[in-house]
């Protein structure tokens, strides 16, 4: 497949966004506002593609286009699952947390085809290395601003990016949306359709 299906992004995410620009994807965003509270015995990878799932289900209610996608992403270390941050203590918690140790990111997918209304879901998990930091960088970052609406109290592609020290796997799905398995799934439902 060579040519991209335009799709409807369930999202107002402007990195998600950036991402389908930067691939020449062709998207029109539609955001919705779903419940992001999160199961009492859920783990991450159910937690992650049930809110995919939902939001995708969402924007289909409210919008006829045939192909929407959409996409949550969340930070786990040890058996924590860490989520935004609900304030500035606790994005000094996460960064401690993180800080000079490797962590997983996970993002649920959720393909919609409403000609078929059916939807395709999978995650990726990609793993991170956060380099040592000290306490006056991490009150830097806190202070910046920039962890506060972001999984794991930290982005990669912004200021976040100077704590980083290693990534193993897609760096996309780090920032929020796994590029190559969006476009795997894309083609997957396009063979379901019997065309390529």
């Given at each position: 497949m060579t040519e991209l299906p335009r799709i409807i992004l369930a999202s107002a995410?402007?990195?998600?966004a950036e991402i389908l620009r930067t691939?020449?994807?062709?998207f029109a965003t539609f955001p919705v506002d779903i419940d992001e509270l999160r199961g009492p015995a859920e783990d991450a990878v159910s937690y992650v593609e049930r809110l995919a799932r939902e939001k995708s289900e969402a924007a289909a209610?409210?919008?006829?286009?045939?192909i929407i996608v959409a996409a949550d992403t969340t930070v786990t270390i040890d058996q924590h699952i860490l989520?935004?941050?609900?304030?500035?203590?606790?994005?000094?918690?996460m960064l401690q947390l993180l800080n000079n140790r490797w962590h997983k990111v996970l993002t649920g997918i959720a393909l919609y085809d409403r000609e078929r209304s059916q939807t395709i879901i999978a995650h990726?998990?990609?793993e991170v290395k956060f380099a040592a930091i000290s306490d006056e960088e991490i009150q830097w970052y806190v202070a910046s601003g920039e962890?506060?609406?972001k999984a794991g109290g930290y982005a990669i592609q912004g200021l976040g990016a100077r704590l980083i020290e290693e990534i193993r796997g897609d760096y996309f799905n780090v920032?929020?949306?796994?590029?190559r398995l969006l476009y795997e799934l894309v083609q997957t439902n396009a063979r379901c359709q019997g065309f390529e």
């Amino acid at each position: 497949m060579t040519e991209l299906p335009r799709i409807i992004l369930a999202s107002a995410s402007p990195r998600r966004a950036e991402i389908l620009r930067t691939a020449g994807w062709p998207f029109a965003t539609f955001p919705v506002d779903i419940d992001e509270l999160r199961g009492p015995a859920e783990d991450a990878v159910s937690y992650v593609e049930r809110l995919a799932r939902e939001k995708s289900e969402a924007a289909a209610a409210r919008c006829d286009a045939s192909i929407i996608v959409a996409a949550d992403t969340t930070v786990t270390i040890d058996q924590h699952i860490l989520e935004k941050p609900t304030g500035e203590k606790d994005a000094v918690r996460m960064l401690q947390l993180l800080n000079n140790r490797w962590h997983k990111v996970l993002t649920g997918i959720a393909l919609y085809d409403r000609e078929r209304s059916q939807t395709i879901i999978a995650h990726e998990t990609t793993e991170v290395k956060f380099a040592a930091i000290s306490d006056e960088e991490i009150q830097w970052y806190v202070a910046s601003g920039e962890p506060m609406d972001k999984a794991g109290g930290y982005a990669i592609q912004g200021l976040g990016a100077r704590l980083i020290e290693e990534i193993r796997g897609d760096y996309f799905n780090v920032v929020g949306l796994p590029l190559r398995l969006l476009y795997e799934l894309v083609q997957t439902n396009a063979r379901c359709q019997g065309f390529e």
